[in-house]
């Protein structure tokens, strides 16, 4: 039995490479901000709960960005 076999919603869509030696990263999860509203909210909840400011900065900076183009869109 596969692992996508034990699992009911998560499974392995995404491939995810760590950038700098290129190995395979294990047990995460890929969010589509641009597609789905639960994953901006998780990107939310994220920015605040963390203590990297300057990631928490960037995140939000990205949220409010992408809904005011979303916004134009409309």
Same mark, same amino acid.
């Given at each position: *039995?596969?692992?996508? #076999?034990?699992?009911?919603? /998560? ?7 760590? +950038?700098?030696?290129? *190995? &395979? ?5 890929? /969010?589509? &901000? #641009?597609? #789905? &509203? %639960?994953?901006?909210? %998780? /990107?939310?909840?994220?920015a605040?709960?963390?203590?990297n400011? %300057? /990631? %928490? ?6 949220? +409010?960005?992408?809904? *005011?183009?979303? *916004?134009?869109? #409309?």
């Amino acid at each position: *039995m596969s692992d996508k #076999d034990n699992r009911t919603e /998560l499974y392995c869509k995404y491939n995810v490479y760590k +950038i700098d030696d290129g *190995m &395979p990263v294990k047990d995460c999860f890929v /969010l589509r &901000p #641009d597609r #789905d &509203p %639960a994953a901006r909210a %998780a /990107l939310a909840a994220y920015a605040i709960a963390t203590t990297n400011k %300057a /990631l %928490a900065k960037d995140l939000m900076d990205w949220l +409010i960005a992408s809904k *005011m183009e979303g *916004m134009k869109n #409309d």
